[in-house]
């Protein structure tokens, strides 16, 4: 049984359901003693362009807002952060800083979904064999972990390349030694895993934890019923096991007390 998930969402995105006070008494029920909200952070985007995948930045006040109100609501029974699960996108990534620093967002997580923009990029998750796109995902994510602002890469393996496993192995590789020398942790991601997705795939997590690198679990919850334990979800503790996969769940909440925006 885990303590702890940084990793959920709100129906702000356009694709969750479920209230805040749901999430937290599903939490509770199914054990966890401390919980970050981290939904799909709002882009500084251009009048106009509005987004099918998150809040708008008119809706960022009232995200904080209700989650604080709650989170003094349960401060007896779960310890709860506020985050965002945030995408590098080099064109809005200066101004959005501006805007996150503005408020009290205790942690950010990277889940790139878009490389390397949403609008004029392409879907990370889409089927492809073109291994340019694995490169160009590589790039873009690295490039923004660079940046320090991450406490952790959410499903690391979302790009879903279907063509060669060399090809494969040698770009995921980079990502690997990468976020190994720079000591950020790498996410299974238990929706993925509940849904039948693409990841988390044992062709990159077998070669991660060869090169040695951290890894937490995120529920990705997008449903209070979601918040569940990894117990729970059928084969995940088989998955882990075939790869070797040692959870450091406990690194991450010393992660955001020591991270800055």
Not at 35 to 60: A, C, K, N, W
Not at 154 to 181: Q, V
Request: charged share 25%; proline share 5%; with cysteine.
């Amino acid at each position: 049984m885990i303590k702890a998930n940084f990793h959920m969402h709100t129906p702000r995105c356009g694709h969750a359901q479920g209230s805040e006070r749901e999430y937290i008494e599903s939490a509770i029920k199914n054990g966890y003693k401390v919980i970050g909200f981290s939904d799909h952070t709002p882009q500084p985007y251009p009048d106009g362009i509005v987004s099918g995948m998150r809040m708008g930045m008119d809706e960022l006040d009232n995200y904080i807002g209700v989650i604080k109100e709650l989170s003094k609501e349960y401060e007896k029974d779960i310890k709860i952060y506020i985050g965002l699960e945030v995408e590098y996108y080099p064109n809005c990534w200066n101004k959005l800083l501006v805007e996150l620093r503005k408020r009290d967002i205790d942690y950010i997580i990277m889940g790139q979904h878009h490389v390397k923009e949403e609008f004029g990029g392409f879907y990370s998750g889409a089927p492809t064999d073109d291994i340019q796109k694995v490169k160009d995902y590589v790039d873009v994510v690295i490039e923004g972990l660079k940046t320090g602002a991450f406490i952790y890469l959410a499903h690391p393996d979302l790009i879903n390349y279907t063509g060669p496993d060399d090809l494969y192995i040698n770009e995921m590789t980079r990502l690997c030694r990468f976020t190994k020398e720079n000591d950020i942790p790498l996410e299974v991601n238990m929706l993925g895993f509940e849904t039948n997705r693409n990841y988390p795939c044992d062709r990159f997590f077998k070669l991660a934890s060869d090169m040695g690198n951290t890894f937490v679990i995120g529920c990705d919850a997008h449903s209070p019923e979601w918040m569940v334990q990894p117990e729970d979800v059928p084969g995940l503790m088989e998955f882990m096991d075939r790869n070797n996969i040692v959870l450091e769940q406990d690194i991450i909440e010393k992660r955001i007390v020591a991270s800055v925006l």
